[in-house]
């Protein structure tokens, strides 16, 4: 069987310097997609600005890449730069030497063991934010915005798991508003041939300046309260004290602990990963399930059949509920592809030979809703992640990416979605509001809907057994 080469696969037209594929990318990236996938296969060769770019929609050959050949690749540099200019140099943001040291030092604190430390915490602000938001007394009905649901009580989460900070609405709306502007201005920034400096005038300069100072100034609060303190403080088992105690046990050269400014940093990283991207898997799922009460049943029973003695950690883990957050995110992962990757040598994988210097990308989306591996791949059916269910190619699946660059958080996010659903699903019965379904998705960053998904909550008759398993003891 022929290799097939990269470098001899008809490439589409481009127009002058590829300008025109970039335009139809940048205006529809899913649809974009899915049309080099029709046109040239599973290795969808194009020239863009004068740079070679591989589409690969092959999941052997992603895995492949990220996971035994993680060495030859490297982020693309400009893209880099950029998300530096909205987060500092973290986990996310940087390369080589720096981002290996920052990774030692930071992962540690999303072992197991710290993660259990974590769900107090989690649990807490949920309950503060299902009282504040949803109705209280048994029978009674609210309509709700189901994205600005998710988007209080996943701020709350994060705000509780990183600073021990009990938020207020009007401050979780504020911090949301501006990390999702920035994250528009980041989609905007990324297909610039440039990397906008401060001092430059670019579109959304002002706006990005005022967002990223008021982001800066939460988290510099918190910081600088630890650090000044003039007496130690009691121990918060939050995420900044464990960055903050962090440590590099194979430092040889350099700081052993994060500076300051990458505290600061990698608090901006876990803004992302513990609220925006765990509010857009929980939006989809509340629709979904809005859709599927048989499912809602089923979650039902599984919780009623726990066990006496399960506790919060035991319903996070809980096989069919995982299962409906993993068939979500199947559906409308919430990053529907990796950071651009760079080969940095000739490479062969599952096949496939990628010239040095070729930027690939590997969409998520497409390899999520390929039928070769999901049958029916736009029907909703949680069975496929359940112990038994027929395989699949290892990176036909990657919400979180794969590799040594997996999301650092991608754990943390799976209990705190797991938590947020098991209460939901204890305590209310939900439906769409009359003339509401799901709508179509759209790219900001995260995966969203383009429209509003109006569900109506209503409290169910109080279970003890439910209640009991699904708050913090």
Known sequence: MNTPLLAETKPLATGPFGLPLLSFIQRDPLGAASHFQRELGDVANLRILFRRVCYLFNPEAARELLVDHADDLCKEKRLLKMFQTFQGSNVLTTEGAVWERQRRIVTPGFSAKRLLGYMELMSAAIDACIAAELPSVEGDTAEIDVDALTTRITMDVILRTLFSHVTTREEAADTSVAIRALSKQSMREAYWPFVARRWLPFPGRAEKQKHLSKID?????????????????????????????????????????????????????????????????????????????????????????????????????????????????????????????????????????????????????HLHHDSRWFPEPMVFRPER???????????????????????????????????????????????????????????????????RIRVRFQRRRASPTLQARTRPR
């Open 217 to 365: 100034t939460l988290i510099d609060r918190h910081i600088n309260a630890r650090l000044n303190a003039e007496q130690p403080h009691e121990l918060k088992q939050d995420i900044l004290d464990m960055l903050l105690a962090a440590r590099d046990d194979q430092a040889s050269s350099g700081n052993a602990t994060l500076t300051s400014q990458e505290v600061r940093a990698n608090c901006h990283v876990l803004f992302g990963a513990g609220f925006d991207t765990a509010a857009s898997a929980l939006t989809w799922w509340i629709g979904l399930m809005a859709m599927h009460p048989e499912v809602v049943s089923r979650l039902r029973m599984e919780l009623e059949t726990a066990g006496s003695d399960s506790t919060i950690e035991t319903i996070a883990r809980l096989p069919f509920l995982n299962a409906t957050l993993k068939e979500t995110m199947r559906l409308y992962p919430p990053s529907t592809a990796l950071i651009t990757r760079v080969a940095q040598r000739n490479l062969q994988v599952a096949g496939i030979l990628i010239p040095k210097r070729t930027l690939v990308a590997i969409p998520i989306w």
């Open 385 to 451: 992640f359940l112990p038994g269910a027929p395989g699949f190619p290892r990176g036909a699946y990657m919400p979180f990416g794969a590799g040594p660059h997996v999301c650092l958080g991608q754990h943390f996010a799976s209990i705190e979605m797991a938590l947020i659903a098991a209460r939901l699903i204890a305590e209310f019965d939900f439906e769409f509001a009359d003339g509401q379904s799901l709508p179509q998705p759209y790219v900001d960053l995260v995966l969203k809907p383009k429209t």
